[in-house]
Each structure stands twice: as C-alpha cells, then as structure tokens.
C-alpha cells in the first residue's frame, strides 16, 4: 500500500511559497507544489491566474465567515475538495468549463451523495 504513496515525485510535497496581495496587504503564502498545481488548475479554468484567484476566495471567506484563521490551510482543503467533486462528477474533468458556469447547489449535492455512498461502502 505505501509503495503507492512513497513513489510520488519529491517535488510535489516540497513546500514553496508565493506572494499574494490580500486586501492590498502583501502577504506570502507557503504550500506543497502540488496544492499550487491544483490552484493553477482551477485558477486557469476561470481565467485568473493563482494570486487573483487567492484574493477571490480570500474575499469570499472573509464574506461568509467574518474571518480567516488558517488560509493555508483553507487552500489545501480547497484543492482537496476541488479533486473529490471531480471525482464525484460535481465537477467536469473537462478543464475547458468555468468554475463559475457551474451551479453550486448542483455541484455540493454531488458532495452528499459520495460521502451517503462511501458511508454505505
């Protein structure tokens, strides 16, 4: 089992961190390559590159919530839950399709039904 894990490319879990500006505050930003490969991924699929797409969800946080006390950590979950609606089929694999032409309650209903199915498993 762990030789699947080991194998993987060291490059991906070396940490490097990136400056982002969050409402006009410089700030530096330290994740595993992969987690930056992903935030490419989604950034790209709507037109941004990864700092605007940073400063977007950072925004939308500080929205909902009032606050962000781990934005690292935040992002790593992000992309995390970005590969599991992928796999759940919430989300297309076909990268041509905007994040936000999706519909939001369609996709986070694909969220329920795998963790109802993987409960069942």
Not at 19 to 46: C, M, P, Y
Not at 53 to 77: I, K, P, Q, T
Not at 82 to 106: E, K, M, T
Request: charged content about 20%.
């Amino acid at each position: 089992m762990c030789q699947v894990f080991i194998s993987a490319d060291p490059a991906l879990y070396e940490s490097r961190a990136r400056s982002v500006r969050l409402h006009g505050v410089a700030t530096s930003i330290k994740l595993e390559n992969l987690f930056w490969q992903v935030l490419e991924e989604i950034a790209q699929r709507d037109g941004m590159g990864v700092p605007q797409l940073c400063a977007r969800l950072y925004d939308e946080l500080v929205a909902e919530r009032g606050e962000v006390d781990n934005f690292a950590s935040f992002l790593r979950v992000s992309c995390g839950r970005y590969l599991a609606l992928q796999l759940s089929g919430g989300i297309p694999q076909d990268a041509s399709i905007s994040i936000r032409s999706l519909n939001a309650r369609q996709v986070l209903a694909t969220e329920g039904r795998s963790r109802v199915l993987a409960r069942a498993a």
